[in-house]
């Protein structure tokens, strides 16, 4: 530990002052805790005024939320830290000199992800904000999730250029990735292990300081800044890697006719010392935010830091690269089902309309980040398809129209594709949504596996499903 930094740190005392930086899907529910918790006296909510985001600053600061969907406390949770005083949301990054601690949550996508460059554009202002205010004692976390080798590298530097101090030395840099799924994110949060990687053990010390206070269940596994890194990329890449696995095996189902879900039960009752078989749910294409990126992360990071050093079979692509590969193909796949379905219903896809129910990538969510409803939105229009989209929580998305109106949506629709598995579309009614489409045989194709087949089928509709090998072909009534 180094003796000027932990001095440093003593003199300024316990963290008392919070600052997150990018109020998103991320940052809020974080800020919101740390201004919940006792501990603490003041956290600001640090947002650009930009076109596109600087809403969120005068919406936060009534104690409202603008993230929507179902996310159980978090609005109460908003206006109760507001009308008590605990936090104030803020483009004035200015405020950022008086505070003892400043986390960053902001995104990480790729600029190519076939050249494995990565846009770290928002991260390197957002970085250049926290440094030009950065004090000798403060403690720096990125939460974002990042290619390994980042924090000590990138971060640092920017950090240490635009306020002439020393990391590890006048102030604190840690990685602590974030851990959240949508729909569940205070919970995620208070009940997930933390993982907490400083540069030296000064920096550890003092983000466990942070992050302690706010967990419930979950408890703080110190390691090193970039073995976080890694923790985090290795673990949505692992996920990324088990959807694939049951989506491969549903793209195999169908072409051998049986139901992958029987399968999936069938390995799934394996149990045992020492057992672990089970599997994932098939679907119509992975999105969001982490998923859809962090492989790169991790495959950059081996490629910097490991380069000429990892041993590896001659000739053979990775693993993890292919998984993803095969998730990016669902939506193709959702297309070519509605493509064979409409042909049985002698109809073509150029020129049919296609009512496409969810665009959101999460059941009853209105993340709308990196949704695989896009690429076949898409596919579909290149093919002469129209398409009318509908979703009951997202409310805009650049150059598509989302129509909240789901009546509308199927009104002579030639093909229902079911895309996201939000609630109200467990609850079709068959008979209604074929008197909407007003055709003979409608196509309705499942990605989420939220309606029974043999409803619709009896009910004249064409089915085709994501794994359904066993009702793809049924006869046509």
Request: aromatic share 6%.
């Amino acid at each position: 530990m180094s003796r000027s930094l932990a001095s440093e740190i003593a003199e300024r005392g316990a963290i008392k002052k919070i600052g997150v930086v990018g109020m998103g899907y991320v940052g809020i529910p974080a800020a919101m805790l740390f201004a919940n918790a006792p501990q603490f006296d003041k956290v600001y909510g640090f947002q650009r005024a930009s076109k596109t985001s600087g809403y969120k600053i005068a919406m936060l600061n009534r104690g409202e939320s603008p993230l929507k969907g179902e996310e159980p406390g978090l609005e109460d949770l908003i206006r109760q830290v507001v009308a008590a005083g605990k936090f104030e949301c803020t483009s004035d990054f200015s405020k950022i000199a008086g505070l003892d601690a400043v986390t960053l949550s902001i995104q990480t996508p790729f600029l190519n992800k076939k050249d494995l460059l990565p846009d770290f554009s928002a991260l390197k202002d957002g970085l250049k904000n926290v440094g030009r205010n950065l004090r000798p004692g403060m403690l720096v976390v990125l939460e974002s999730t990042v290619t390994p080798g980042t924090t000590t590298g990138l971060a640092r530097e920017i950090l240490e250029q635009e306020s002439g101090l020393k990391a590890g030395v006048d102030f604190a840099l840690a990685h602590a990735p974030e851990r959240v799924m949508v729909g569940r994110l205070l919970k995620n949060i208070r009940e997930h292990d933390r993982i907490v990687g400083g540069i030296d053990e000064a920096s550890t010390a003092r983000a466990t300081e942070l992050y302690s206070p706010i967990l419930t269940k979950g408890r703080v596994i110190p390691m090193t800044a970039t073995a976080a890194e890694v923790t985090k990329t290795a673990e949505n890449t692992f996920r990324d890697l088990q959807i694939a696995a049951i989506n491969e095996l549903a793209l195999y189902c169908e072409a051998m006719g049986i139901n992958v879900y029987d399968v999936r039960t069938g390995v799934d009752s394996l149990k045992g010392e020492g057992i672990t078989r089970a599997l994932l749910w098939p679907g119509a294409g992975v999105g969001g935010h982490c998923l859809t990126k962090d492989t790169f992360h991790l495959e950059r990071g081996v490629q910097v830091l490991g380069k000429g050093l990892l041993d590896y079979p001659a000739g053979e692509p990775s693993l993890y690269v292919l998984a993803r590969h095969i998730n990016d193909f669902m939506p193709a796949h959702m297309l070519n089902l509605t493509k064979q379905g409409l042909e049985r219903a002698g109809k073509q896809l150029r020129g049919a309309k296609i009512a496409m129910l969810g665009w959101a990538f999460i059941a009853n969510s209105d993340d709308a980040r990196d949704p695989p409803s896009e690429s076949f939105f898409e596919h579909a229009i290149e093919a002469g398809a129209k398409v009318a989209v509908h979703d009951p929580w997202v409310q805009s998305y650049p150059g598509v129209t989302i129509e909240h109106d789901l009546e509308n949506v199927l009104t002579h629709a030639d093909a229902v594709v079911v895309f996201t598995g939000h609630s109200q579309y467990r609850n079709l009614d068959p008979l209604a949504v074929r008197k909407l489409c007003g055709v003979s045989h409608p196509v309705i194709v499942d990605g989420r596996n939220v309606i029974d087949p043999d409803t619709f089928i009896r009910n004249g509709f064409v089915y085709k499903g994501i794994g359904r090998g066993d009702k793809n072909n049924h006869p046509v009534l």
